[in-house]
C-alpha cells in the first residue's frame, strides 16, 4: 500500500516535502483505518509525527488532509482511498512538525464565542430544568469534537483565522443561543456583530461536507442570523 | 461604531436586494415575452408609467447596493493590505456611484422626453 506523507521538521529542515512509503500489504488487515495503518509506519519511523487518542472518532485529535480533503484517521477505512494516499496536516494552520499542527488560533476563536452557560438569574438550588424539546434543539450542535476539520477546510478561515470565528466556533456559538438555560442571547448576538466574525462565512459550505461528525455549521450560521433578524425586528 | 452594524445590516441588504432584484426581474422578462412593445415609442411610453419607472430605479439601486456588498466582501476576504483595500474600495464606490449617476440620468431623460 503507497503513501505520500508530509514531512517537515522545522529544526532540520529548510522546507516541507512529501515522503513516498510503502507499507506492505501482508501488513494491511482487512477493515484497517487509516490511523491503524500511519502507526505501522511510525513503528518503522519513529520521526513521523502525527496526534491520536482515542481511536474511535471521539477525541478528534487525528484530523488530517486525505487525499484532499479533511478527516480523522482513525475513522476513514484504508479500503476507501485511492492510493498514492496522500496524507498532509489541515490547511491553513501552522505546521508545527509533519502532521502536528498550531491549534491556537483556532481555540482563541472558541474560546471568544464564551462557549458555556451564562445566566443573570440567581442559581436554581437544585438543577436547571429542561423539557425534553428544549433539549432536541441541542441535537446536531453538542456532539462536535472540536477537531478542526470544518473550520480548516473553510476559505473564509484561510483568509482571516484571525478575524472570523469559523464554522467550528460559529457552531458553538449557536450551541449556547439555542440553549434554553442561557440568558445572554443579546450579548452573544452583539458579540457576532461586525463584518468579520460571523460575516466572512459565505456559505461555501466546505464544513458540512467534511464534518467527520456528520454536522450542519452552515446551517447553524444561517439560525444565527435568523436570531439577529428577530431582534431587529 | 458605525463599521459594526456593516456586518448584519450588509447582509440583510444583499438579501432585500436579492430578493427585489429576482422579483424585477421576472416581471420584466415576462412583460417582454408576453407583450413586447411593438415599436421604440411603446417601449418610451411603457418605460414611462410611474410604477415602471419607480420599479425600475429601485431595481438599479438594489443593484448597485448588492454589487457594493459583494464587491466589499471579496475586497475584505482577499486585500489584507489596508492602503490597497482603501484605495480598490474608494474605486468600486466611485464606480458604482458614477454608474449610478449614468443611470439616473438615462432614467430622466427617457422620463423627461
Given at each position: ?80 482511498l485511492k492510493q498514492p494516499i496522500e496524507i498532509r496536516p489541515v490547511p491553513g494552520m501552522p505546521v508545527i ?124 450560521i444561517g439560525k444565527i442570523k435568523k436570531l439577529m433578524l428577530k431582534h431587529l425586528i | 461604531m458605525i463599521w ?110
Amino acid at each position: 500500500m503507497r503513501f505520500s506523507i508530509y514531512r517537515y521538521n522545522p529544526e532540520t529542515d529548510a522546507a516541507p516535502r512529501m515522503q513516498d512509503i510503502d507499507l506492505p500489504d501482508a501488513d494491511v488487515a482487512p477493515g484497517m483505518m487509516l490511523l491503524d495503518a500511519l502507526r505501522l509506519i511510525k513503528a518503522n519511523d519513529e520521526s513521523l509525527s502525527f496526534r491520536h487518542s482515542c481511536g474511535e472518532g471521539v477525541c478528534g485529535s487525528d484530523a488530517m488532509n486525505i487525499n484532499g480533503r479533511n478527516g480523522l484517521a482513525c475513522i476513514t477505512p484504508l479500503a476507501s482511498l485511492k492510493q498514492p494516499i496522500e496524507i498532509r496536516p489541515v490547511p491553513g494552520m501552522p505546521v508545527i512538525r509533519d502532521l502536528v499542527v498550531d491549534m491556537s488560533q483556532f481555540y482563541h476563536q472558541y474560546r471568544a464565542i464564551q462557549p458555556y452557560l451564562i445566566v443573570h438569574d440567581p442559581e436554581p438550588e437544585v438543577e436547571y430544568l429542561q423539557t425534553p424539546e428544549q433539549r432536541d434543539e441541542l441535537d446536531g450542535l453538542y456532539e462536535c469534537i472540536l477537531c478542526g476539520c470544518c473550520s480548516t477546510a473553510c476559505p473564509s478561515f484561510w483568509w482571516n483565522p484571525d478575524k472570523f470565528r469559523g464554522p467550528a466556533a460559529l457552531l458553538q456559538a449557536y450551541r449556547f443561543l439555542a440553549d434554553s438555560r442561557d440568558q445572554a442571547t443579546a450579548e452573544r448576538l452583539e458579540a457576532l456583530e461586525g463584518p468579520y466574525r460571523l460575516f466572512r462565512c459565505h456559505t461555501v459550505m466546505n464544513c458540512v461536507d467534511v464534518c467527520p461528525k456528520g454536522l450542519n455549521p452552515t446551517k447553524a450560521i444561517g439560525k444565527i442570523k435568523k436570531l439577529m433578524l428577530k431582534h431587529l425586528i | 461604531m458605525i463599521w459594526r452594524a456593516s456586518g448584519f445590516r450588509a447582509w440583510l441588504l444583499q438579501r432585500l436586494s436579492a430578493v427585489y432584484m429576482a422579483l424585477f426581474i421576472g416581471m420584466f422578462v415576462l412583460h417582454l415575452a408576453l407583450d413586447a412593445p411593438s415599436s421604440y415609442q411603446e417601449w418610451r411610453d411603457w418605460m414611462a408609467l410611474p410604477f415602471i419607472a419607480v420599479t425600475t430605479s429601485i431595481f438599479f439601486a438594489a443593484l448597485l447596493i448588492h454589487a457594493w456588498v459583494g464587491l466589499r466582501d471579496v475586497i475584505m476576504d482577499y486585500v489584507h493590505p489596508l492602503g490597497v483595500r482603501f484605495v480598490l474600495l474608494a474605486l468600486v464606490a466611485a464606480g458604482l456611484l458614477a454608474m449610478g449617476l449614468w443611470m439616473l440620468r438615462i432614467l430622466m431623460m427617457g422620463g423627461a422626453a
